[in-house]
């Protein structure tokens, strides 16, 4: 495949390391055309900017690792985003506009297709509609509407095939429109992860929390946050009401009479409803293009009890490690470096571990169900990863 020539780079509103872009392509406006890194974009694409933005920002954005397979042919009147790791089979048609003769409307509407997601030969993805992370769109498709994350969809007009459960590990195959719901509607009460966040005074580093994670995800079904707020400051309150219009997947608790120390973590994990519990400290953001990862491991993780983290120099896709016992917990969290290792919890592991801190008045009650836990099921799994900026939660092993 002959490639456009490097004197061709500098056009382009950006365009990243590592790419190969057919040379034999229509491009009728590169200079508001995005490109990532390590991009692929094969022969005989046709992209145009019918009408080109006022301020020069970009109409076309293909994220990094982008694969584009032959005659991809790309329409933006308003904005088109291709998300990191998004694929498209060859002859596939993508237009902000529902028709060709529509003049694009109103030129802030955008189509974007997730992360992750794949979309198959001779599809067409028409209007300004957005298609969640890990979607599969069947060859042939026609979509006119949004598609949740995590959802197969085909036919014309594209209609539900399966959709991922996260409590059963599945893909659930649906019938109907009716049935499709119903299992959206029950993914949302039990997602797969819970980032349950105790407030602390902190309404600045919360805000700053909150946005690193809404950046990477919707309210999908799969991530729930949950705020507990120990009525610190109005403006921890003003934060939490905020995002609770915002957005379905995002609870807040403000109760003054929250006990201190290790119960407020215990606190914090009761209320998560996921499969998965994240402690969180609110004063660390999450690196961009770290939580779908993660999902992964805990979907190839369930039988496990615990989720070690070990946060790692060098920033990498998650490399995971399954271990068994409680003596070889206290090896790895004993030989870590300050501060201690964050962990995630199996939910329904935690809930039947809720009296055992009775009996074990003599360790914090937080690392006292941590230490239950493993003796009710002694599978954990250390995953070498990093995805915040300290690297470091509250739900930390001893």
């Not at 403000?254 to 201190?260: H, I, T």
């Not at 090896?331 to 201690?340: D, Q």
């Not at 009710?376 to 930390?396: D, K």
């Amino acid at each position: 495949m002959h490639t456009i020539p490097p004197s061709l780079y500098y056009r382009f509103y950006r365009y990243g390391r590592g790419c190969r872009i057919a040379s034999d392509g229509v491009l009728s406006l590169p200079e508001q055309t995005a490109i990532g890194t390590g991009v692929m974009v094969r022969e005989g694409y046709r992209w145009e900017i019918p009408s080109p933005s006022k301020d020069g920002s970009p109409r076309i954005l293909i994220g990094d690792r982008c694969e584009c397979s032959r005659f991809l042919t790309i329409i933006a009147s308003g904005k088109v985003e291709l998300k990191a790791d998004a694929i498209t089979g060859p002859h596939v048609y993508i237009n902000d506009a529902r028709q060709d003769w529509e003049k694009g409307g109103n030129p802030s509407d955008t189509l974007i297709i997730g992360e992750g997601s794949w979309i198959g030969a001779h599809s067409s993805i028409l209007g300004p509609v957005k298609i969640g992370k890990g979607c599969v769109v069947g060859a042939g498709s026609v979509v006119l509407r949004d598609v949740p994350d995590y959802c197969v969809v085909a036919g014309n007009p594209a209609e539900f095939r399966r959709i991922y459960e996260p409590s059963s590990g599945e893909w659930i195959r649906v019938d109907s429109e009716a049935e499709a719901r119903r299992v959206l509607e029950r993914r949302s009460r039990e997602p797969l992860l819970s980032i349950c966040i105790p407030g602390r005074n902190q309404a600045v580093e919360l805000k700053r929390c909150l946005e690193s994670i809404y950046a990477q995800m919707d309210d999908d079904g799969l991530i729930e946050v949950c705020v507990l707020d120990d009525a610190s400051s109005e403006e921890t309150a003003e934060v939490g009401h905020h995002y609770g219009q915002l957005h379905r997947s995002f609870r807040y608790h403000r109760d003054p009479d929250l006990a201190a120390g290790g119960s407020v973590a215990s606190q914090a994990a009761d209320r998560g409803r996921g499969k998965f519990i994240m402690l969180h400290e609110p004063g660390d953001s999450f690196m961009p293009n770290t939580l779908l990862p993660f999902l992964n491991v805990l979907h190839t993780h369930p039988e496990c009890a615990i989720i070690l983290i070990q946060p790692t120099l060098i920033r990498s896709n998650p490399q995971t490690e399954r271990l068994e016992g409680l003596s070889e917990f206290f090896r790895l969290t004993a030989s870590s470096s300050s501060p201690p290792l964050p962990v995630v919890l199996n939910r329904k592991d935690w809930e039947r571990t809720a009296d055992s801190v009775q009996a074990t008045n003599f360790l914090d009650p937080w690392v006292s169900r941590q230490h239950a836990l493993l003796q009710l099921n002694p599978q954990f799994c250390l995953c070498r990863y990093t995805m915040t900026e300290a690297g470091r939660h509250i739900g930390s092993a001893p």
